[in-house]
């Protein structure tokens, strides 16, 4: 077994979410895209129960979104993309690359 220095960095994305407004399926469901794209180059994604409107999203120390700063919900392209840009900057999103 290799050593965890060994190992690659991978970042650890948290969502917080408002249980108040019954946010969970709304931050899972972001959580189950961002695996679902990043696959095996995410470390963890950590559901993060909070009170009073909350729905924050960092990767690693860096918040990617507010709901209050940025104003909702992000759609899971931007999502995406903002997450991608800090961690996978290499990265090729595909068709959520692609202006139409």
């Known amino acids: 077994m290799e050593s965890p220095e060994a190992a690659p960095a991978t970042p650890r994305i948290s969502i917080v979410y408002c249980t108040q407004c019954n ?52 759609d899971i392209v931007t999502l995406k993309q903002r997450v991608r840009d800090l961690a996978f900057p290499d990265r090729d999103l595909g068709h959520a690359d692609r202006r139409h």
């Open 23 to 74: 946010w969970l399926l709304r931050a899972g469901w972001m959580a189950q895209e961002l695996l679902s794209t990043f696959g095996t180059g995410i470390g963890e994604v950590a559901l993060i129960p909070g009170t009073g409107g909350v729905f924050r999203i960092a990767v690693g120390d860096t918040q990617v979104w507010d709901r209050k700063r940025d104003g909702g919900f992000p």
